[in-house]
């Protein structure tokens, strides 16, 4: 039986990256994964795929709205080939999870393809194309998660689908009714909203990305709306059905009041719950908590002290970049090193356009905890950088301690904001002020002027070019 230092079950960015950490240490490592290609559902049917068809439907919503004004000229008409997108797409994750193999061999990581499971606390299970057992000294189990989906709904998987299949249509939905005003729901709703389909959007609460600030809320609604898409905002889904092509989702409102939206698509997008079937965590002696997420401490172990679990398979949010640094602390620690992660420093994305990020606290959890705050916010239309590319929505916010000035949060949507973040997560990190913030130099014309700005209005309400 073949033994390993460390054994990594699940293969996306917080299993890959944990193994090649333990690997990088100096530790023996194999890596299991039932699917024939690496990388989880981020690179395969997640981050990387969504990227790509976001990417691709910007530019075909450009050419039919911008590229005029901009001075470019097209004749004839422009079409959407959606075939040739999707094959883009696939072509971006093949290349991507080839990347992943090519880290495995040069770390010197052993991959075993197929469903691994305990059998007991020292000992894994993997069923492929043969039964294979091997003995590990630790584990990390990093399976992640898998689309949720409401206990009434059956998922058809052609016309009612989750993320996955609406990453792989062979047309464009005339009406895609999406259940859920997440960040899932937003992004694929955008892409075929691109694409010349009518979307509607069914959320529970009262705005979409609800965790996120309201002030965000508002904002990337208005610009939702302003490009197309309809809100049924404070809707309960009661009921879908469907019947030939055509799917019926049944909703009321917080009167009571019904209506029904007609589509030939439904994409649910309520969320994302741990997956860990066929784990046999309890031949390991693993226990659950009753959302049915891996229990851990904060050094990430289970209450078996030599197994680990990272990712979405844990509490927390889940993001890809959440289980990076989990599996990079996992490995560490087996390591004995003393590794620590500010999960409230963890940045949060949403990639629509314009896009939209945040870091550390909202103004509504500032309020709810009593905390004193002053808030700095800046429009994106008063940047140069801004009117000449023509992407002027949005806003910078920042939030402040009232007393030190220490940076609580900051919120943007606007153009490369995923990006912009990175600022803000650094700032906080370093423990800075908004004065701080105001006081370096951002060049000039940049997005990035706007968190300077928005720096300036939170430390003495003095931005200079509003």
Same mark, same amino acid.
Request: hydrophobic share 40%.
């Given at each position: ?54 990417? &691709? ?52 990581? @052993? ?99 609800? @965790?996120?600030? $309201? ?60 997956? @860990? ?80 990020? &945040? ?55 606007? $153009? ?51």
């Amino acid at each position: 039986m073949e033994k390993y230092d460390v054994v990594v079950i699940g293969s996306g960015p917080g299993g890959y990256v944990a193994a090649i950490r333990c690997a990088q240490l100096g530790m023996k490592t194999a890596l299991i994964e039932k699917y024939p290609t690496l990388g989880g559902t981020c690179l395969n049917v997640g981050c990387i795929p969504s990227k790509s068809l976001l990417d &691709s439907s910007h530019h075909f919503d450009d050419a039919l709205k911008h590229f005029d004004e901009h001075g470019i000229e097209i004749s004839g008409e422009v079409k959407v080939n959606l075939e040739k997108m999707v094959a883009r797409k696939a072509k971006v994750v093949e290349q991507t999870t080839k990347g992943i193999d090519f880290l495995m061999e040069k770390n010197k990581i @052993t991959v075993y393809t197929g469903v691994g499971s305990f059998k007991s606390a020292t000992q894994l299970l993997i069923q492929g194309e043969k039964e294979t057992t091997i003995e590990a000294q630790n584990t990390i189990i990093a399976t992640g998660s898998k689309p949720a989906v409401l206990p009434f709904i059956t998922l058809d998987k052609a016309r009612i689908i989750t993320s996955t299949e609406a990453l792989s249509l062979k047309e464009v939905p005339q009406h895609l009714v999406v259940i859920g005003g997440g960040v899932i729901g937003l992004e694929l709703g955008q892409v075929y909203r691109r694409l010349g389909a009518d979307v509607s959007v069914v959320e529970y609460a009262d705005r979409i990305t609800p @965790t996120m600030d $309201a002030a965000v809320s508002r904002e990337l609604t208005k610009v939702l709306k302003k490009q197309g898409v309809k809100f049924y905002l404070s809707h309960q889904v009661h009921q879908v059905d469907r019947k030939d092509k055509q799917v019926s989702v049944l909703a009321k409102d917080a009167k009571g009041n019904e209506i029904t939206l007609e589509g030939d698509y439904c994409l649910v997008s309520v969320g994302r719950q741990p997956y @860990t079937a066929g784990l046999n965590a309890e031949a390991a002696g693993v226990k659950l908590t009753e959302r049915g997420q891996i229990a851990v401490n904060d050094h990430l172990q289970t209450n078996i002290p030599h197994i680990y679990a990272i990712g979405d398979v844990v509490r927390g949010a889940m993001l890809a970049h959440k289980a990076e640094e989990e599996g990079v602390m996992a490995a560490e620690i087996i390591a004995g090193q003393k590794p620590h992660i500010d999960y409230n420093l963890i940045p949060n994305v949403i990639y629509t356009w314009p896009e939209v990020a &945040s870091v550390g606290q909202t103004e509504e959890q500032l309020k709810a905890a009593g905390t004193a705050y002053k808030s700095g916010q800046f429009p994106m239309r008063a940047l140069g950088r801004a009117r000449a590319s023509m992407d002027t929505d949005g806003f910078v916010k920042i939030l402040a301690d009232q007393q030190t000035d220490e940076i609580l949060g900051v919120h943007i949507v606007g $153009a490369r904001a995923a990006d912009l973040i990175a600022e803000g997560v650094t700032a906080m990190e370093f423990r800075a002020s908004a004065e701080d913030l105001s006081r370096m130099s951002h060049s000039h014309p940049t997005y990035a002027e706007a968190i300077k700005e928005a720096a300036l209005a939170a430390t003495e309400n003095r931005p200079l070019h509003i």
